[in-house]
Each structure stands twice: as C-alpha cells, then as structure tokens.
C-alpha cells in the first residue's frame, strides 16, 4: 500500500490521474482470496505481480486452479492479463512458456505479446486469455481507426504499429511456445530463481 501511494505522490506521469477515476477499485489483498469470496463479474482481470518463488506472495496467482477460479469471475466476453515473466533468449523458458501454456489449456482464446521495460533492462512477456473466441490484435490500421475513434492522441508509448511489434514475437520465442507442455498447478508449482 506504500509503494502505491509513493506511485501516486512521485509518478503523476506514469498514472495520469488513474487512481481518481471513478470506474477504480484499488484493493488491497490476497487475490485469489478476494475472487473466492466476491460473486461480482468482471471485463477484465489484470495480473501484475512478483514472479512465482517459493514461500513467496504470488506463486499461487500463476497456478491452473487461479485462472479457473479468473474464469468463474469474468463475464461471457472477459479478458484477463498475466505479466509472464522475462522473454530473454536465456529466460524464456523458466517462467513466460509455462505461464503462457498453463493460460492456453484455461481459456478459449489466448496470445502473448512483449514489450522492453527499461526498468528490468529486458525484454518482459505478458499472456492475455479470453471466455470468448477473441482476436487480440486485428492489426495496425483498425487500431489505429479504433484510437481516433475514441480520442485517444495524447499516448506515448503506443499505437497501431508500436503493438504491431508487441505481437510480433521473435522465431525463438514463437518456438519455444509451441514446445512448451508444462502447466503449473498447485500440486506442480512453477518456482523461479
């Protein structure tokens, strides 16, 4: 809850004002145990946690059983948002693979995407999966189309052909992607180094 309200008081360009909109509900808690109890239906669930280590406070949040317990909770068209880890040559596969996969065999549509975060001086991967038949990117015009339809001019950091290039993994991570067979599960936790 600190480290929120020290975004909010020293971050005012990252946030933009977010935390004052009305439609936010910042909570602050265990996840899975706030989805257990609540019997609300949600758009859209968005996961950005620490990555899954051993005793830590968000290996469980990465497990099968969560993103079934996601899936009761999002509406007939919901999306949810997993960060998956790093997508580097040599980290690929310890965390973003397996979290991509166990999101596959959960949801009816699914999609990766990375971006660079300067932050982390990589390469970070983030899975998106849906309850619904769902393309996640229709291309660079229609977002394009999509945005100016919407007012949408004042972004930095993205437009059409910026997610043109989240989208377009590279041939090693596309691979490993495909050969990735693990799902992480409460039994059969993922734990990173």
Sequence with gaps: EQVVKACQKFLPLHHKGSFEDPRMNLIFGDAAEYLEQSVESFDVI????????????????????????????LGHRGIIVVQSGPTAPSFANDCFTVVANTIKNEFISTASYHVFVPAFGS???????????????????????????RDVHDLLMFDGKSCDGLFGLPVYLRKELHKETRIITEHDPLYVV
């Design 46 to 73: 968005i996961i950005d946690v620490p990555d899954p280590i051993e005793n830590g406070p968000a290996h469980k949040i990465f497990t099968r059983e969560f993103y079934q317990l996601a899936k009761k909770r």
């Design 123 to 149: 390469t970070w991967g983030f899975t998106i999966g849906s309850t619904s038949e769902n393309k996640f990117h229709r291309g660079s015009e229609e977002l394009d189309k999509i945005l100016t339809k």
